[in-house]
């Protein structure tokens, strides 16, 4: 790799035109974790590189809602969102992931809005906030948008993102009544990629699962909500019996991918089997106040 | 554990904090990686992208078009400096940049040099090299017979004596075939209660050092000077020396500390060819590997052993061997690996009738070397699975069945070499004890079974290889110690310091080990097989006691009675009236040892050691996903006497975990040659969440009667039996035998389903 620009814009705005170009070795730089692998292995060679570290202090805050959402700027490193105790209070789901997500090194400059616009499908934090109900806010050329998190990814490493867009927000609605739980498996070193990231969230009221949102990662070609496992729990109590049914119809609707961390058939099972452990651990831990 | 007494200076057997511990965490220790000198180049190869095949044309234009680069070399430039460039320690059949075909993907066919590192990358990229295909063999055992002939005549290198009959053999992939005959087997067999037999495989995985190789070559007047992250600096020069048509004392090695070896860096690596370059350009000359690089460059053997043994009354009466190893396409020291591990293949057992074949073959993998144990994790393996297989066969407990097999002090090994010095029984004792072996245990419920495992094995050194040390004490009585031994983390600086401390009755801090430098330090065969502590440090004590003996004789010749208390200092004083002068000791050390007889391998003095290594395990398995968790990992070895009890801990727990990162789920995956994970993103090792959550290290009581001090190696004793131990657990948690490696959890749930009689993994 040989040279390349580094530009540092002071606004937003600024941000958005460098970025606004044809040219896809131009590219924006957050913590860069990600992105310095794949130029150390030549995947990817930039030509311009917008370091958004100049504007960061601007989208960095993380703050509840008064109603028991969540804003947390695409600038936050994953530090302090791990540390945040607005999050810890509202969405301990995800203060829980960031233990065993990267290290402690790349959570400390790995920011939120990188770690989603990368289109990464082995991430832990796509499907947690997919789970959690969240959108992100994006601002471009065109002005601004919002997408859900589920919504965000294309396919395998792509996303909805359009030239020049950036997201600059994520929110999350009310988590009131609900119970969530991530778990991720690794088939090979404990800090491997996962084979297998399951997120879960369910609200429940009369006894029953009142609504639930169910989503698999790192085993699927892109984040996937579970629509036909979500709805086997509605309306069921939440037990053992829905929990397996769940699982029996979350296999049969994704497509999983065979790789280095194990086969489709395998992957199936570890889908089963986590699905219906998050499930449970959703349930025992309670849903947040 | 075992305390020993401590010796009189209080050196040995004291743990002294590693000399260099202050300079590395500061950053101040030096490296190759680090060095930087005027005019240097960088170089950057153009790999092979095929596993086999004929090169056609090699278009090196748009690379030498491109601004900033300084030179583009080819196998026909390297030629105009080295006539024939053909290197290796067995055998010499690896160019310095291939000529006329290619035998691996990843293989270096052509150089390119600039002085940024980065435009000759990028230059690299745009050469165009032309192959026609050429069949591949990939299995070790389809090589036995493959049509596809990796080399088209053996090319044995004059070195080692047991190689000379493949001279000049033709059309075989068979680089080395190692035959023990022992007792009648086919009569053991044919007498036996039982015969079990199975077949035994382990996959190609990489030694990872954390610092990628690195080799900077300096020309000089006649002369040239290689800095070099080497494990073998003797041998780089005596080899460059023997390329170049040189005497010796006109190739200068240098070697600071190493980022890890593992048996990586040995024999040479990059040095054949930054010395062709450095002459070529007459400019120095830096090529740093990157991590991915190190995946093509030298690996670990994957194998298949085949075990059968005959049993009669409950002990074993006859055993067959037969271990193909995978060598990929340079011999590297693969025929090495073939028969000084070949000949331990029926294990530490007392065992009558043996035959053992071991076959290194060529293949078009990338090549594979020593990697710490040379080859014994991959017998051990076989044999510790095997063993416990016929125990259970036999349902009798796996520890009583070893008990009552196991090879005792003073009965003769399969070669015939009598046991001596070897605490297989105190290794095997010591885990089953710490284990509580005869006590009930927890064995889990529902879908979380627990189960436990044990394993030992054993292995000789190397043999026979020579060391030689310079120890130097100076006119105030400090010493330097000059030693080509390499420490590249293992501590050995540190424990040839206290060799020398002991004996000079000197504080350990107060002795100056000087690197190797092959200008001022004198040979050492190389620093591998764990050969260090006992070759070179009976060196170090040979010479630290001439030394001794001279400042004695010294005293004597100044009129001072025996014993009087004058130090070194008062002594120099005396004799030359002011501080001056030096007294030099020197000690080489080479033990006995008698070849193994070509046709029946048999000798009865085969190694100057035995070193023994074990481990028992307590795991759990998640029944529903296969999962495996070590809650408890005990290793235990025969170091002799430690000479730095911490030290050797450390290096009994490291080298468990590097296995167990081998056993668990280190593999490279190959696909047409191509390594397809070769990264650390890709690759996984070992990190500290896969560190067992209780990991002992035990000293074994024992002393090497022959050893300095009565110390030996231990760099790879706690490798030996950690493979076998966890695969032996997971049978006795959920009753399924995995026969390869790794132990992924896919393969646990398959076996899992299989004996369920589901042989379908998950109906959709």
């Given amino acids: 790799m040989r040279g390349f620009e580094l530009v540092h814009p002071g606004s937003l705005a600024e941000a958005i035109a460098l970025l606004d170009t044809d040219d896809d070795r131009v590219r924006p730089f957050s913590g860069g974790t990600a992105l310095m692998l794949m130029m150390k292995t030549g995947v990817f060679r930039p030509s311009r590189l917008v370091h958004l570290g100049r504007i960061g202090a601007a989208h960095a ?120 739980a991530y778990l991720k498996c690794t088939t090979r070193s404990a800090d491997d990629w996962p084979a297998l990231g399951v997120a879960v969230s369910l609200r429940r009221a009369g006894g029953v699962i009142a609504e639930a949102r169910l989503v698999v990662s790192a085993a699927t070609e892109k984040l996937t909500r579970l629509a036909g496992a979500e709805a086997a729990l509605v309306g069921a109590a939440a037990d053992g019996t829905a929990f397996a049914r769940a699982a029996d119809a979350a296999v049969a609707e994704v497509e999983l991918v065979e790789d280095a961390r194990g086969s489709a058939d395998y992957k199936a099972q570890l889908l089963r089997v986590h699905l219906k452990r998050a499930l449970a651990q959703a349930v025992n831990d309670g849903a947040v106040s | 554990m075992t305390i020993h007494r401590p010796l009189p200076a209080g050196q040995v057997g004291r743990s002294v904090p590693r000399l260099e511990a202050r300079r590395k965490v500061t950053g101040r220790a030096e490296y190759v990686h680090n060095l930087v000198v005027p005019g240097m180049l960088h170089t950057k190869v153009v790999r092979s992208t095929v596993p086999h095949g004929r090169i056609l044309s090699i278009d090196t234009a748009a690379a030498e078009a491109l601004e900033g680069v300084y030179r583009v070399v080819t196998a026909d430039d390297i030629r105009t400096v080295v006539p024939d460039p053909w290197y290796g320690p067995a055998f010499h059949d690896q160019p310095v940049l291939a000529i006329d075909k290619v035998r691996h993907v990843g293989e270096p066919v052509v150089a390119v040099l600039a002085e940024d590192p980065y435009v000759a990358a990028e230059a690299a990229q745009l050469v165009v090299v032309e192959y026609e295909p050429m069949e591949p063999v990939f299995d070790e055992i389809e090589a036995m017979t493959s049509t596809a002939v990796v080399h088209e005549v053996l090319k044995p290198a004059g070195t080692f004596p047991d190689l000379k009959h493949l001279v000049g053999r033709r059309d075989t992939n068979v680089a080395l075939d190692y035959r023990l005959r022992r007792g009648d087997v086919d009569a053991a067999f044919a007498a036996a209660d039982r015969v079990f037999e199975h077949e035994f495989k382990t996959q190609q995985v990489m030694h990872t050092p954390l610092e990628p190789m690195v080799s900077l070559a300096e020309p000089g007047d006649d002369a040239l000077t290689i800095h070099t992250a080497s494990q073998s600096p003797s041998f780089v020069r005596i080899e460059i020396a023997r390329l170049l048509g040189w005497p010796e004392n006109r190739v200068r090695v240098k070697v600071p500390y190493l980022g890890g070896g593992f048996g990586a860096k040995l024999y040479i690596k990059l040095e054949a060819l930054v010395a062709c370059l450095a002459l070529l350009t007459r400019r120095p000359v830096k090529w740093s590997l990157t991590m991915e690089e190190q995946f093509y460059t030298i690996t670990k053997h994957a194998s298949t052993f085949r075990i059968a043994s005959a049993v009669k009354d409950g002990h074993v009466t006859g055993r067959r061997c037969e271990v193909f190893w995978n060598g990929g396409a340079y011999a590297d020291i693969g025929p090495r690996v073939t028969q000084k591990s070949g000949f331990t293949a029926p294990g530490p057992y007392d065992i009558d009738n043996v035959a053992i074949d071991s076959y290194a073959l060529y293949t078009n993998r990338p090549p594979a070397g020593a990697l710490r144990g040379f080859g014994i994790p991959q017998l051990v393996w076989a044999y510790e ?26 009965r003769p090994q399969a070669t015939g070499t009598v046991l001596r010095d070897a605490a297989i029984e105190g290794v095997l004792d010591d885990i089953a004890r710490r284990m509580d072996w005869d006590k009930p245990f927890d064995r889990g419920s529902g879908t979380t079974q627990r189960g436990r495992g044990i394993a030992v094995g054993f292995k000789a050194s190397i043999a026979p290889t020579t060391s030689v040390a310079i120890v130097n004490v100076a006119a105030d009585g400090s010493a330097n110690l000059y030693l080509s031994t390499v420490d590249m983390g293992q501590g050995s600086d540190t424990a040839m310091a206290q060799i020398v401390a002991e004996t000079l009755a000197l504080r350990t801090e107060d002795v100056k080990v000087v690197h190797p430098d092959t200008d001022v330090t004198p040979y050492d065969m190389a620093t591998l097989g764990s050969r260090s502590t006992f070759h070179a440090g009976n060196a170090v004590k040979l010479a630290a006691e001439h030394a001794r003996d001279q400042i004695e004789a010294l005293a004597k010749s100044l009129g001072l009675p025996p014993g009087s208390n004058y130090g070194p200092a008062d002594l120099f004083k005396k004799k030359y009236g002011m501080q001056a002068g030096n007294i030099i000791g020197v000690g080489t050390y080479i033990p006995d040892y008698k070849s193994p007889a070509p046709e029946t391998g048999l000798s009865d003095n085969v190694t100057p050691f035995w070193m023994v290594g074990g481990t028992g395990v307590e795991i759990e398995v998640d029944t529903e996903t296969g999962h495996v968790r070590i809650l408890r990992m005990v290793n235990a070895c025969d170091v002799g006497r430690p000479l730095n009890p911490k030290i050797v801990e450390t290096q009994i727990s490291g080298a468990a975990l590097m296995q167990l990162g081998f056993t668990m789920f280190e593999n490279m995956d190959l696909d047409g040659g191509q390594v397809t994970n070769a990264s650390l993103a890709d690759y996984k090792i070992p990190g500290m969440h896969d560190v067992p959550d209780e990991i002992e290290s035990l000293i074994t009581e024992a002393e090497q009667h022959s050893g300095p001090y009565g110390a030996k190696g231990v760099g790879e004793s706690a490798t030996f039996g950690v493979s076998p131990a966890i695969a032996n657990a997971i049978h006795d948690a959920v009753g399924i ?10 393969a646990v749930f398959r076996a899992l389903r299989e004996a369920e009689g589901n042989t379908g993994t998950d109906a959709k």
Wanted: proline share 6%.
């Fill in chain 1, 61 to 180: 805050a993380i703050a509840a809602g008064p109603n028991g959402g969540l804003r947390i700027g695409a600038m936050a490193t994953l530090t302090a969102v791990e540390h945040s105790a607005d999050v810890i209070r509202v969405a301990p789901v995800i203060a829980g992931a960031m233990k065993r997500l990267a290290n402690v090194r790349v959570r400390n400059v790995a920011c939120v809005g990188g770690n989603l616009a990368h289109g990464d499908p082995h991430m832990d934090l796509p499907p947690v906030l997919a789970a959690l109900g969240g959108r992100v806010a994006i601002a471009g050329p065109q002005g601004t948008r919002e997408v859900a998190v589920e919504h965000l990814f294309s396919g395998y490493y792509e996303t909805v993102l359009g030239r020049g867009e950036l997201i600059t927000e994520v929110e999350l609605p009310s988590q009131r009544g609900w119970t969530s």
């Fill in chain 2, 385 to 410: 699975s095997h063993t416990d297989l016929i125990a259970r066969g036999l349902g009798v407990d796996p520890v009583a069945f070893r008990r009552r097999n196991i090879l005792r002090e003073g």
């Fill in chain 2, 737 to 746: 035998r995995l026969t390869a490696l790794p132990l992924s959890p896919e």
